[in-house]
């Protein structure tokens, strides 16, 4: 969405536990507050965490519905992921030349995310209101984004916890858990993954015909990895403002596959 070269891409901010949450002047006012309200919570019991990422200048923006992730000026510069990085999921380095060597990198991003984490983390409208329109529908993709900014200031102000975060990814992955499941791509994705379960905020994931749907099946399926969250988070498992929190859409629709890995 171009702007204006003498007029600012951001017009609105609030802030959450001292973070700036910003967006242009299509973004409704409401957006902003669910997303401030959600980090709130994310926060709400490790404020040496928000002091961290404070520290660090994090943000978290906003787009529109139509806005896309390379419209906000510090993505415009934005590139595809080569072939051997390691975000890369298992399918899409098998099938790397047609998923994503044939794109531009706009029309790649377009495709691939309406969020992501980080110093620069961006959220969309219609995930943190939980709309219709939302790509993710049936989780909460703020909590997941979040998250991983989350694990940053673990790994900068607390280095046991983050060990221990760790110590339970290579346990998880020497035990075959969560086997192809997007938890498994790094040690990023895997603390993600989990806090969106431990928010009773993410969709089913099924593995050898075990369900994992919610923070009680997750303290069932892993509990090195619930034993870590408990350290950063709060034991009410559930976050204001959340559209999605022990939603009905969590569950697809039709009969419940053995497995829910993306098959390639």
């Keep these: 969405m171009p702007v204006a070269p003498d007029r600012p891409f951001y017009t609105k901010q609030v802030a959450a536990a001292g973070i700036p949450v910003r967006s242009s002047d299509r973004v409704r006012d409401e957006a902003l507050a669910a997303a401030q309200a959600m980090i709130a919570d994310m926060l709400a019991t490790r404020p040496d965490l928000a002091a961290e990422l404070v520290r660090q200048d994090y943000t978290v923006s906003v787009i529109a519905e139509d806005e896309a992730l390379l419209d906000l000026p510090e993505n415009a510069h934005w590139t595809k992921p080569a072939a051997d990085d390691i975000r890369l999921t298992r399918c899409e380095r098998l099938h790397y030349d047609e998923r994503i060597g044939a794109l531009s990198d706009r029309a790649y991003w377009d495709a691939r995310a309406r969020g992501i984490g980080g110093q620069r983390t961006a959220v969309a409208e219609e995930d ?10 049936g989780e ?3 909590v997941h984004e979040f998250a991983h900014n989350v694990l940053f200031a673990i790994q900068a102000a607390d280095p046991a916890l983050y060990a221990q975060v760790e110590a339970a990814y290579a346990n998880a992955q020497g035990q075959r858990m969560w086997f ?10 895997y603390w993600a993954e989990g806090t969106q379960f431990w928010f009773d905020s993410n969709k089913l994931v099924v593995v050898d015909g075990q369900r994992i749907l919610n923070h009680a099946d997750l303290a069932a399926y892993d509990p090195a990895l619930y034993a870590a969250l408990a350290q950063a988070y709060s034991p009410r498992h559930r976050l204001a403002r959340d559209p999605f929190w022990m ?5 697809p629709p039709g009969p419940i596959p053995r497995n829910t890995a993306e098959e390639c």
């Design 180 to 189: 192809n499941e997007y938890a498994m791509t790094t040690v990023q994705e």
């Design 128 to 137: 943190v209101l939980g709309l219709r329109s939302s790509r993710y529908y």
């Design 140 to 142: 909460t993709i703020l």
């Design 247 to 251: 939603s009905e859409a969590r569950v």
